[in-house]
């Protein structure tokens, strides 16, 4: 196996990694500012006012988003075995 092809398998890696996270982290995100910017408008402090509707943000995504990333992480994990004959020559 050459450099470039464990490169490519590394970035693959990564590209799939990023595209699995990004819709969870982008939601809390989102959850995050809108109740930092209300926070903020009502004078509210509460550090602990922010988990709960990340939490659930990020439980909601993974009820519409499960099916597609469990698929996406299958393919590309039957993907990475079918390459296993050819990294062991």
Do not use: N
Not at 11 to 22: C, N, S, T
Not at 48 to 54: D, G
Not at 60 to 76: A, E, I
């Amino acid at each position: 196996m050459s450099i470039g092809e464990i490169t490519a398998l590394l970035r693959g890696g990564i590209l799939e990694v990023l595209f699995l996270a990004a819709p969870l982290l982008l939601s809390a995100l989102l959850v995050g500012l809108i109740v930092a910017i209300f926070q903020a408008t009502t004078s509210i402090q509460e550090q602990t006012l922010t988990f709960v509707p990340k939490i659930i943000a990020i439980l909601l995504v993974l009820g519409f988003l499960g099916g597609w990333m469990f698929t996406s992480l299958g393919d590309y994990t039957v993907q990475l075995f079918k390459m296993i004959p050819r990294m062991a020559r």
